[in-house]
């Protein structure tokens, strides 16, 4: 009997289940009411008493392993089994934090949306440009202030060769590919030597505007504008037309808006003047039509050009440029509800 328990003690060690019901099956076959431990203590009653308390002893001791290890093996599937199951393949590891849209964008948005339902549609072109499609095709004179090195970056070794000043290099472009009807909205990012303060920057946005058919007039610029104005900063806008000076169009005008915080009575915001400006304009000039291959004895057009920087600020106030360009999460949070 000696060995018998011997050699149960030696088998225990070695059990393995693979999961549950192989781990029940074991606990049946030992300790179950017909098991073997049962059987040995049928025997142990056979035994003479002299043996009794040496053999009692060593079945006791048995059956603590096989419990002990019956036990083990039940909590080892028992994980198993759970970290299989609790693992929710389809659930999100964290609670997933909303991006929101750059302020710009969401104004660029909403200037394209505003004229692509007057019909425009959306033209681009590149930010590395050639003298001809920011200046000479846009009738700047070839000793005009606005290239000088001040304002405009160059690429060493190639001076024909610059960052674009303004979005109505996307005019050309669009002119030597198109002919009228044209009817096109331009947003990009412009470049400009400047020292960066809370009030410029080296780099900003515009977008450009440019209508040309025949018969069109000031008064179609007029109409399409005052009701972007009105789209934009609301219903009760009103604006108005400064004549002003731009070497593409002829006449040209820069237009303000009514002070949209103070509704025109004149705040700090307006200086007091009741009105805030927002863009240049004016009819294409006719020689920027025909260095463009356009027949300006046929079509008119007009243009207009804006910062999207400035229409931000005008609607958001935001006080600080640099702030567009920071990235800061705080500051783009604060637009989430107007994504
Ligand atoms: N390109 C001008 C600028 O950067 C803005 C502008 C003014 C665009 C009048 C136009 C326009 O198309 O007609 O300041």
């Given at each position: 009997?000696?060995?018998?328990?011997?050699?149960?003690?030696?088998?225990?060690?070695?059990?393995?289940?693979?999961?549950?019901?192989?781990?029940?099956q074991?606990?049946?076959?030992?300790?179950?009411?017909?098991?073997?431990?049962?059987?040995?203590?049928?025997?142990?009653?056979?035994?003479?008493?002299?043996?009794?308390?040496?053999?009692?002893?060593?079945?006791?001791?048995?059956k603590?392993?096989?419990?002990?290890?019956?036990?083990?093996?039940?909590?080892?599937?028992?994980?198993?089994?759970?970290s299989?199951?609790?693992?929710?393949?389809?659930?999100?590891?964290y609670?997933?934090?909303?991006?929101?849209?750059?302020?710009?964008?969401?104004?660029?948005?909403?200037?394209?949306?505003?004229?692509?339902?007057?019909?425009?549609?959306?033209?681009?072109?590149?930010?590395?440009?050639?003298?001809?499609?920011?200046?000479?095709?846009?009738?700047?004179a070839?000793?005009?202030?606005?290239?000088?090195?001040?304002?405009?970056?160059?690429?060493?070794?190639?001076?024909d060769?610059?960052?674009?000043?303004?979005?109505?290099?996307?005019?050309?472009?669009?002119?030597?590919?198109?002919?009228?009807?044209?009817?096109?909205?331009?947003p990009?990012?412009?470049?400009?030597?400047?020292?960066?303060?809370?009030?410029?920057?080296?780099?900003?946005?515009?977008?450009?505007?440019?209508?040309?058919?025949?018969?069109?007039?000031?008064?179609?610029?007029?109409?399409?504008?005052?009701?972007?104005?009105?789209?934009?900063?609301?219903?009760?806008?009103?604006?108005?037309?400064?004549?002003?000076?731009?070497?593409?169009?002829?006449?040209?005008a820069?237009?303000?808006?009514?002070?949209?915080?103070?509704?025109?009575?004149?705040?700090?915001?307006?200086?007091?003047?009741?009105?805030v400006?927002?863009?240049?304009?004016?009819m294409?000039?006719?020689?920027?039509?025909?260095?463009?291959?356009?027949?300006?004895t046929?079509?008119?057009?007009?243009?207009?050009g804006?910062?999207?920087?400035?229409?931000?600020?005008?609607?958001?106030?935001?006080?600080?440029?640099?702030?567009f360009?920071?990235?800061?999460?705080?500051?783009?949070?604060?637009?989430?509800?107007?994504?």
């Open positions: 009997m000696i060995t018998k328990i011997e050699q149960l003690t030696a088998e225990i060690g070695n059990l393995r289940a693979n999961n549950a019901e192989e781990a029940e074991l606990r049946i076959k030992y300790l179950g009411r017909k098991g073997v431990m049962n059987d040995l203590m049928e025997e142990f009653r056979t035994v003479a008493p002299e043996q009794k308390r040496e053999l009692g002893q060593k079945i006791n001791a048995l603590q392993l096989i419990t002990a290890k019956i036990n083990e093996l039940k909590d080892a599937v028992a994980t198993e089994a759970n299989n199951d609790s693992v929710d393949l389809t659930r999100t590891p609670p997933i934090q909303l991006g929101t849209r750059h302020p710009l964008t969401i104004v660029k948005n909403e200037i394209v949306d505003i004229f692509s339902r007057l019909g425009f549609t959306l033209a681009e072109g590149p930010e590395v440009e050639d003298d001809w499609h920011v200046y000479s095709s846009m009738n700047f070839d000793d005009h202030p606005a290239r000088d090195m001040q304002d405009t970056f160059f690429v060493e070794a190639r001076p060769i610059i960052l674009r000043s303004h979005t109505s290099s996307v005019q050309a472009r669009v002119m030597e590919t198109q002919q009228p009807p044209i009817r096109v909205i331009c990009g990012r412009v470049y400009r030597n400047e020292a960066i303060s809370a009030r410029a920057h080296c780099f900003f946005h515009q977008v450009e505007g440019l209508y040309i058919d025949k018969n069109v007039s000031f008064t179609d610029l007029k109409q399409v504008l005052l009701l972007f104005a009105q789209e934009m900063f609301g219903s009760e806008t009103k604006i108005r037309l400064r004549p002003s000076y731009f070497p593409f169009t002829e006449p040209s820069e237009m303000d808006i009514s002070c949209h915080l103070c509704g025109g009575k004149g705040c700090s915001f307006c200086k007091h003047t009741g009105w400006e927002i863009l240049g304009c004016g294409v000039d006719p020689a920027v039509l025909e260095a463009n291959g356009i027949d300006s046929v079509y008119t057009g007009y243009a207009f804006m910062g999207i920087e400035r229409i931000t600020n005008l609607k958001y106030q935001v006080k600080d440029l640099r702030m360009s920071e990235n800061d999460v705080r500051f783009l949070d604060e637009f989430k509800s107007a994504n």
